[in-house]
């Protein structure tokens, strides 16, 4: 089946800190896979995506590499900032990974 | 450009009874999804909507029914609302079926606690 794994959080970082956040999936097929933010009190929106292997979707200094050989998709940022702070899921298909909290601090 | 809207926000019932969540998009999607979010447990969809004119379950559907009135309306109906129901609903849509290689497009949610 299709299931979507990441690392439990949370995870507690201070400014300009670097962030990973594993993700790992199992399907069927090569789907596209998808990182969302959800910010407190609100949905999740979409944060970026990749749609084949090897493919790097990035949007607001944040990056992921779709990895075919390792089903991975893990999440970085190389500096980050207090409005990071967020949930962070990884989806593929119509399954997402439990979430991951990530508190920045100033 | 208010892209999927939930309604109410907010709602308290009691168990056994009744109610029904509102999800509008105007993205002139084709499919409609209703999830709910536990803590700890991610996101499980409950049922989903490819196109107008059908609906299908999806990991969590009892207790659940839905109804896609048109291209633009998915609800979903809590017939006899149960404790273990309390959750926060989320309502999403996405322009190709399935959300194979297109996002999802979330509302803001509806928490729902049942006493």
């Known amino acids: 089946g299709n299931s979507v794994t990441q690392m439990e959080g949370p995870v507690t970082l201070s400014e300009e800190a670097f962030l990973t956040i594993n993700c790992t999936y199992t399907?069927?097929?090569?789907?596209?896979l998808f990182w969302y933010v959800q910010y407190p009190g609100e949905g999740l929106q979409l944060l970026l995506k990749a749609t084949k292997a090897d493919d790097k979707g990035s949007n607001k200094g944040f990056e992921a590499t779709y990895r075919k050989e390792t089903t991975s998709f893990h999440l970085e940022k190389g500096s980050v900032q207090v409005s990071d702070s967020a949930v962070y899921f990884c989806a593929h298909k119509l399954s997402f990974g439990a979430g991951t909290t990530v508190t920045v601090r100033a | 450009n208010a892209g999927v809207t939930q309604t109410p926000k907010f709602q308290v019932l009691k168990t056994g009874q009744s109610m029904t969540l509102q999800c509008a998009q105007d993205?002139?999607?084709?499919?409609m999804y209703w999830y709910r979010q536990d803590p700890g447990m991610g996101l499980r969809l409950i049922y989903y909507?490819?196109?107008?004119?059908?609906?299908d379950k999806g990991e969590v559907p009892n207790g659940y029914n839905v109804s896609r009135l048109n291209k633009r309306e998915f609800s979903l109906r809590l017939e006899s609302a149960a404790p273990s129901q309390t959750s926060v609903y989320f309502c999403a849509s996405s322009a190709l079926g399935q959300g194979y290689n297109s996002p999802l497009h979330f509302g803001n949610g509806t928490r729902l606690t049942v006493t």
């Open positions: 399907a069927t097929g090569y789907p596209s």
């Open positions: 909507s490819a196109s107008e004119g059908t609906t």
């Open positions: 993205m002139n999607h084709n499919s």
